[in-house]
């Protein structure tokens, strides 16, 4: 479920940022750590998927 969230949550910040970058707000900032996370649970949901 972390997965699901966090890649949504991602794409409409990435999506957002596409359509408003006048530099005011720090979108890129947040869709890096967005993207990151969805990244790190990823991996660890395949790698606790494989160690079982």
Known sequence: MWLIILA???AIAT???YAKDDGTL???VLCMVL???TIMVFVD??????ME
């Not at 949901?45 to 494989?50: A, D, I, K, V």
């Open 8 to 10: 949504l949550s991602a």
């Open 15 to 17: 999506a957002i940022w």
């Open 26 to 28: 720090k979108m890129n």
């Open 35 to 37: 993207w990151g996370a």
């Open 45 to 50: 949901h395949t790698l606790g998927y494989l």
